[in-house]
């Protein structure tokens, strides 16, 4: 049974860099055939797509987050990162990690979240 | 590129059937078959109800179907029921090869 997990720091200073990790057990991150990446939920909030990638493929990120953002891959540990740079109170949020199978569009397995909060 | 648009809450009692809209542009919604729908409970993740529009993946309920008019998506769920009220978000893949959320929509059964 596939399983996704985040892991991080629950707590950011303003202007610093976000680093969380999402280790993923029953399935491998190299795999062609899935795409992996973030999603974020700011408290009472809609859900914001961060951005995916495909392993040894592209890499796509939210425009409106482009400039700040990075997704890497560790594929000896299976895992996958995102940083978040110069962060802001509203970059508190719980972000997920998420999977999709290539070919389709939408996201069928996600980690449980984990709540990172900017502040001082 | 800007959250899809969807009502901040709905409503109905048991039994009834409600339906909530998602709009978005000719460069999402409009513009794809490819919206998605996902039901959130306080807490919990979210999880996918309908995709491509109008598909349950195996898990989901019958009970829920999605339909898609020009910019306008919309998920309905008949013969309301009580653990039917949560969050629900629709999302859209977009001509930027980038997805797209709507605001949510909280549902409430009386």
């Known amino acids: 049974q596939l399983q996704l997990q985040e892991s991080g720091p629950g707590l950011v200073k303003p202007s610093e860099t976000l680093s969380l990790t999402c280790t993923v057990s029953g399935g491998s991150i190299s795999s062609r055939s899935y795409y992996w990446g973030w999603i974020r939920q700011p408290p009472g909030k809609g859900l914001e797509w961060i951005g995916s990638f495909l392993y040894s493929g592209s890499t796509f990120y939210n425009p409106s987050l482009k400039s700040r953002v990075t997704i890497s891959v560790d594929t000896s540990k299976n895992q996958f990162s995102l940083r978040l740079s110069s962060v802001t109170a509203a970059d508190t949020a719980v972000y997920y990690c998420a999977r999709r199978s290539s070919g389709y569009l939408y996201f069928d397995y996600w980690g449980q979240g984990t709540l990172v909060t900017v502040s001082s | 590129q800007s959250a899809l648009t969807q009502p901040a809450s709905v409503s109905g009692s048991p039994g009834q059937s409600i339906t909530i809209s998602c709009t978005g542009t000719?460069?999402?919604?409009?513009?794809?078959?490819?919206v998605s729908w996902y039901q959130q409970h306080p807490g919990k993740v979210p999880k996918l109800m309908i995709y491509d529009v109008s598909n349950r993946p195996s898990g989901a309920s019958n009970r829920f179907s999605g339909s898609k008019s020009g910019n306008t998506a919309s998920l309905t769920i008949s013969g309301l029921q009580a653990e039917d009220e949560a969050d629900y978000h629709c999302s859209s893949y977009t001509s930027s090869s980038t997805w797209v959320f709507g605001v949510g929509t909280k549902l409430t059964v009386l």
């Open positions: 000719s460069r999402d919604v409009g513009g794809y078959n490819y």
